[in-house]
């Protein structure tokens, strides 16, 4: 449909796109937030004399001022927002000041005096999973006799097995800005949130049950965030309570941003998994049966962590047929920030397990990892079934894998590679080509819907709501397009305003890949609706047929009649009493899943990628460098190629940097060490491959009815990273001569490839 | 009188706080909010501006320079006398005002152009930065090396970068680009001429002296004051420790303090000499340096930061320390008391550490020129052949901090290494020679055993620690790796050893 730029892009530049603290001034107060030196105990004494007393401390609250609920779980209980006695990780929220400035409520909080009866706390997934411990109960998922088939295997010829283990670090967002609200008092009680928030309804129903207030009490509004990658879907909300609680009791506006640290050390990540595999195989590297267990980090509280654990389960057959599949989830519990949302949600945490076991197949064969992948793949009947019973259909990862390897010329690549590295013996590149299957829908079937208003003004201009928030990922940009591609009226004359919860209501989280195909979809209805009516108008009017009646960016057009601009048009549409307003609403169809037998069609349809990259590394020190990455990724009928392509490219150097060098550290008493830039390692310009090709997977409409026929592009790309991680291991092997399996963990940081050459070396 | 350019006004603050960051002064004291706090640390780049400063062209006319800072770390006293650049005044404001697009700036318009914004909110200051290297870049066409340098100080989280690569490359390959900046240059310059260069005392404990001993006298004055060089260190105790200096004295306008010099037998460098001006000095004498002062940070950080506050910071992870350390060299330690010559690996004490006592400043550094030119060897040439290599290793390759910095100057004849000193980082509690490794390598061929030997020998040198960065254990086998890439590159100068050399 085109390459329209960002809605925002001209104001972005110029820095005139206002981002929530941009709009704070000197009529405003500051909140801080005061947390836990502690992992794990008890408090036995708060005093906040000092605190109180503090230069310019307007306010200070504890658990016992909250006047409604105290606990902000999403889903599940487990967070309170202040804590009185239990602490379950370090920097947990237990006092908040409200004062004139910014570094007065930062300062004050220093001041507070806590103590503590301290417990032993459970850091480490490993304890955790030999504990016991969790947050949510496990939950399994099978099909075929995965037991039987492993146990058979060493009895028969032919059969292999190899099992094994492998850990995937967490991941920071690290969005550019931080987690920030404002709140101004409105009449009635009620209150007025600005947030940087993925999810206002769900910030707007948890404000109101903090604040013992009904959800028309509470407006929530969210024009752009800078960043969210999931980390503002649930982790957004206690700024926001924060805020309008402050501005209620105080009757003053308020701003609640988190300093960098503070916002590093007390938000949710994604979670860290150990991902333990048993398989069995034939000699021509085909799997039979997969054992497999998922243990995910969820830190303090189970927050999102079912879901994200369940979507682990969901994606570690990526793009592989399994024959037979024991897949046990669990939710593990540590003493630790409660993980949460991060593009790909637990995902790329199952999808990491299936690649590790193909290489690893392909070791114990010899084979190029690359034929046991396509091996493999999911194809005809009988060899089309999902461990959770859904069929895939339509699938284009054979059809991409194929061009992608001729294009990037995979194999002679490969034979090169290993030239270079028999005549190299301190540096060694690898190259690796990996898949991406990914479904698509919220799992939690009712979050599939979404609403959209849509006004028609009597000059021909549009005003368009949606439910969704936009994070750069272009969702207002792609929405827009599609309502003037359906309705006719030109871009220009579409503007979309900050998502409020008093348009449209009760939405769901802008996440899970699906912005636009349930709100374009959404505005796509309710554009339909406005057009119908103007086309019954104009059939009443004229003397035509519908067919005669063409709508275009300058108006619309009769048959045999003279044009009418959209201004001529709205008005004598409003002249004649039609409303031009409609909402739209959409739910998606065709899914339902049944958790308690892990059964069911959860996702609409499966989004499709792949991706071949070739990695240096240097086998004393172990850094890094990213030489080359071919992608073709499938979004169906691109709605905006250039914003496609754009997340095409920043989920894949997402991954990326979570695989490599993206390393979350603790101190043994809990504390986040890695809790600025300056130790926690993002993706910096230089680790952009040398060459990157891009390309959109052309003339493959989605079959699945979705908006202009388009795929979700958000969370997939950033599985398309794993070919880094993979080809890392490849350069790897070349220094035992490809006979040893390298055990690679993620983040493949310097340290870790290192440890990991030397182990080869070694054996 | 604190003055500076501002949006073609000369702005008079009289009694601003010392500790007040650019960055804050613009968002908060003129809503200027166009800049963007992403970390408050100096390591985002969102907050980026541009600082242009009267200076003279090898021709000795005067012209301004512009080169990006962070503001967040740039405390306000740091404009005096400077033209300050915001991404609010890069756009010309067209009559109509409506029309914006056709007043953008082309550091912006390539951005827009190449869809290389996303959420935006990191924008601001990739314009910024895209701004400044419009400024500078002297070589067209402009490699992608250069493009990472010069944005290798912004973090993007949304695009991956590759449209950002593709506007740079736009941008800077376009050839000269006259912009308002460029036509206003004669009423900047003036408007700057017009700043007098006097010695600023706020009332509000910033001072700012313009000859050293004015600064001498201050310091005895006020020995508790917080010297303020390029102060990207120094700041971070107020944006993140959340301290309040009550006194700064800043060196920004003792010209005595910037200067890059050769006398017979030393380069001279002034402690105050940004990071960015040692660089451009010292590729000359020594284009081995080169890759590590440019990765030394990021840009925004190289153009504030000092070579002296590198050292007088004393952290053990600075890059600088152990590359003086290395080559032999001193540094001047000055006061109203007078002076003292101290050899750069005696400084340091220990954590955080150093000589340096209250009432002293850092005046300068002496490397001496036989470092890189065998002919002044006292020994004379006699075959001798000079290796100077200086080997960084981080997490991430651009804008950080080393896990590992080695420095080794060795002199070789034929094969035999006949001296070695050399300089570590991260190794230890302080910037630190390796006199083990010194003495085991000297007099020997770096062979198999000659490794093995020097591996123990830094065994005995240092027992490094785990810590954010990395484990001991790293630590131990990276430095010992080292020398195993020193070996080759001696030996077999064809082979590439790092994954940065290798051209593929």
Redesign the interface.
Known sequence: MG?S??E????????????V??TV?ATYRHIAIGGSEIAHGQITRIDLSDVVASDGVVDVITSDDIPGHVDIGPVFKGDPLLTSTEIEFYGQAIFAVLADTR?QA??AI?KARIEYSKSVPVLELKEAIAKKLYVRPPHRMQRGDAIGALNDATNSPGIHTLSGEMRVGGQE??????QVATATPDEDNGVHVVSSNQNPTEAQKLVAEVLGLSMKDVLLETR??????GGKETQANACCCFAALFALRNQCKTVCRL???DDMIITGKRHEFINEYEVAFSDDGAINAVKYQLAGNCGSSPDLSDAIVDRAMFHCDNAYYYPNALIDGLRCKTHTVSNTAFRGFGGPQGMIASETVMDEIAFALQMDPLDVRKRNFYSDEGTDITPYYQVVTDFTVPRMVDSLEKSSGYRSRRDAIREYNRA?H??KKGIALTPVKFGISFTATHLNQAGALLHLYTDGTVHLNHGGTE????LFTKVAQVVSTELGVPLASIKISSTRTDKVPNTSATAASSGSDLNGMAALLAARKIKSRLTEFLLAEHNCTAQEIEFGAEGVRIANEEALSWQELATAAWVARISLSATGFYKTPDIYYDRENARGRPFLYYANGAAVSEV???T??????L??TDVIHDVGSSINE??D??QV??????GVGWLT?E?L?WNTEGRL??D????Y????????P?E?N?ELLADCPNPAPTVIRSKAVGEPPLMLAFSVWCAIRDAIAATGDYKVFPKLNAPA???EI??CV?EVKAS | MLQFLHQNQIINEARLPADLTVLDYL?ESQ?L?????????G??G?CTVVIGELVQDAEGNETIRYRSANSCITFVGALHGKQLI???E??QKTNPPSD??TG?HPS??V???H?A????????GF?MSLFAAMKTAKDVPVS?EY??EQ??G????????????DAAEKLLNCGDIVDQFDHNAGDTIQALRGIADNSVETGSGFFRPVSLDQLYLLKQQHPDAAVLGGGTDLALRVT?Q?DSLESVIMLDGVAALSFVTQTSDEIRIGAGTSLTGFRDALVHYCPELDPLLARFAGTQVRNQATVGGNFANASPVGDLPPVFIALNASLVLASARGERTVKVHEFFVSYKETLLQPDEIIREFMIPLAAFDVSLLPSGDNGIRIVNRFYK?????????S?VCAAFHLQLSGNTVVAASTGFGGMAAIPKRAQALEATLAGRVLDEQCLLDAVVALTRDFQPID?????AE?RS??SA??L??LA?EIYTPD??????S?G?
């Open positions: 390459t730029e960002h925002s892009a001209v104001k972005h530049v110029c820095g005139a796109a206002p981002y603290d941009d001034d570094v930062r300062k220093r967002h690290f969005y550019l800005e931080g752009r965030l800078g960043g969210g990658f300093s960098r640290r190299n301190i540096l994070m750069g990922q272009g240096l590394i240097d004393l020190t172990g850094e890094l460098k030489l080359r250039a914003i392509i754009g490219e920043g989920g894949f150097i997402q060098t390393e550290k060490l890695t600025g830039p300056a130790t390692k993002i993706p910096a310009i230089g680790d952009a040398a990157f891009v940081t310097a340290e290192l440890r030397d | 968002r809503s909010c166009g800049t963007k706090e992403g970390c408050a640390s390591d985002c969102a915001t991404v609010d890069l756009t914006t697009v953008l912006q318009r951005i827009v152009e869809h914004s996303q959420c935006g909110f990191c924008t601001p314009v992608r493009i990472n944005l290798g912004n973090l993007c989280r949304c695009t991956g970068y590759r449209p950002i690569i993140q959340l290793v981080s997490k991430r390759i651009d804008d950080d901090i896990a810590d954010v960065r990395a484990t790293y086998k990276v790796n080292l195993h890439r080759a082979v590439a050893t790092t994954v940065e290798h593929h």
